[in-house]
């Protein structure tokens, strides 16, 4: 971890340097977001080398505690500063690039242009800046992953707990819908439900694919309550006179926590992933609007003229896939007992 933010320090310091002038016009626009955009750019190397040293000092937590083991965990290391690169990258967006995603900054002499120090990943056959347009279609792309498994978990929770507590024909009942909904290819599940609509809204989208991605998480979370009811300390609970949520709520959701912070994190990956391909189909998010799936289908009849235009939006899935994946491992070698 030191050494990762003492990398993050020298990168972003770096990279201040680099666009210290769009910094100083962010700066002089005198709107309050650019603003703030050119605070965060420059303040970024300040509290990077802060946390270096301060982590120096430190030596974080004890060794055997969950955050120890995260701390030392190489792949949840560079998971973590994959994924932190890639928010603060979409964050910081106008900062990073000159022009707007939607600009064309010259039709006929401008399209297609080779990756160079003003266009570092090239235009596209529009003469749009691939750079920007990578970089906000990350807060689109990232914006619709995290809502998405937002509502999945979040939904995936009760359902599961409310069978896991019930039993009986309400957990029959649930447990029989999750199973139809598992057998249901999801991807074919989405296109169906998509092509209802003439035109998807980034909320339309969010909702379609939440509610279609949180069958596996209730039948983990009734898998864990299941276990943990017959456990003494609930029984005692019960002996007692605690109530059922208050159990759920004081004894049950921490207990299950973990398993649920693991599967959000791997899902992310994934939802990524169904976005781009949405997008990609021309029934995610829609263009002009940029997204890394929609970047993809602009350039795919260019590989051979062009490539840049979807090997930067490919990379961006890819990098950001490994990122989730790798934060997903490292925390569930950390916060499961039987893997440490």
């Not at 972003?12 to 002038?21: E, S």
């Not at 910081?92 to 297609?112: K, N, T, Y």
């Not at 139809?180 to 991807?187: E, F, N």
Request: hydrophobic share 55%; charged share 15%.
């Amino acid at each position: 971890m030191k050494r990762a933010l003492l990398w993050a320090a020298v990168v972003t310091a770096a990279i201040a340097a680099l666009r210290f002038d769009r910094v100083i016009e962010l700066l002089r626009s005198g709107s309050a977001v650019d603003t703030l955009l050119a605070l965060t750019m420059l303040s970024l190397p300040v509290a990077a080398f802060v946390g270096w040293k301060r982590f120096s000092h430190d030596p974080s937590a004890p060794p055997e505690s969950p955050l120890g083991n995260l701390l030392r965990n190489g792949r949840f290391t560079v998971g973590l500063a994959i994924v932190a690169s890639l928010i603060a990258a979409a964050v910081l967006a106008p900062v990073l690039s000159s022009f707007a995603p939607h600009v064309q900054i010259d039709l006929a002499g401008a399209a297609r242009l080779a990756p160079s120090f003003e266009h570092p990943f090239g235009t596209d056959n529009f003469s749009r800046d691939v750079l920007s347009r990578v970089l906000h279609g990350a807060r689109y792309s990232l914006s619709v992953a995290v809502l998405s498994i937002g509502l999945a978990i979040t939904l995936g929770t009760m359902v599961g707990l409310v069978a896991g507590m019930s039993g009986g024909w309400l957990d029959s009942a649930l447990m029989r819908c999750v199973d139809a909904g598992l057998a249901i290819p999801r991807l074919f599940f989405l296109l169906v439900i998509i092509a209802l609509w003439d035109t998807v809204s980034l909320g339309t989208l969010v909702l379609v694919i939440g509610l279609t991605g949180w069958f596996g998480t209730s039948r983990l979370v009734r898998a864990e309550v299941l276990s943990l009811r017959e456990r003494e300390y609930i029984v005692a609970a019960r002996a007692i006179g605690v109530g059922r949520w208050r159990l759920v709520r004081r004894y049950l959701l921490p207990n299950i926590a973990s398993p649920i912070i693991v599967t959000a994190a791997l899902g992310m990956g994934n939802i990524v992933l169904i976005e781009a391909g949405l997008s990609y189909l021309g029934i995610g998010v829609r263009v002009p609007t940029p997204s890394w799936g929609n970047i993809i289908r602009d350039g795919h009849d260019l590989l051979a003229t062009a490539p840049w235009i979807s090997i930067a939006p490919g990379v961006a899935i890819v990098l950001t896939v490994l990122g989730f994946s790798l934060v997903g491992d490292g925390l569930q070698s950390a916060l499961n007992p039987r893997q440490r």
